[in-house]
């Protein structure tokens, strides 16, 4: 798809650092099929929309969110399949939702023991004081 003069694009470049990848790892979203084919300038050059943007949007935050490449690579499959399978990505989502929040919750008590270490050892440090 060749990208017209009136549409405002990025670079891969660009593209990369407003969502916070580097160009290596945009370029690997791609070759993993995680990302659509990218439009192009009239040089052959890749060309990024609102619409690229806002996907890799989404998938930063899937990734941060710890979900596997292969569930990733997975919804980008249903999503370019198109709306007869909204009920299947809904369910992925739910599925890593229910992971995120146990991690949620793992991490809630690993913050408490951290809390209560640094409350005895502030008692102790005032102690000695």
Do not use: C
Not at 1 to 15: C, F, N, Q, T
Not at 107 to 125: G, P, Q, S, W
């Amino acid at each position: 798809m060749d990208i017209g003069i009136r549409e405002k694009s990025l670079s891969v470049g660009e593209a990369a650092e407003r969502v916070g990848l580097t160009t290596y790892t945009l370029r690997w979203y791609e070759q993993e099929g995680l990302v659509a084919p990218v439009g192009r300038d009239s040089a052959g050059r890749r060309r990024y929309t609102d619409d690229d943007v806002n996907w890799l949007f989404l998938l930063t935050r899937l990734r941060r969110t710890g979900m596997p490449v292969r569930d990733m690579r997975r919804y980008a499959e249903l999503a370019r399949q198109g709306d007869r399978t909204l009920g299947a990505r809904r369910a992925l989502f739910e599925a890593h939702r229910a992971r995120v929040l146990a991690r949620m919750a793992e991490l809630t008590e690993d913050l408490n023991v951290l809390d209560h270490k640094i409350d005895a050892y502030r008692r102790a440090e005032e102690e000695l004081g």
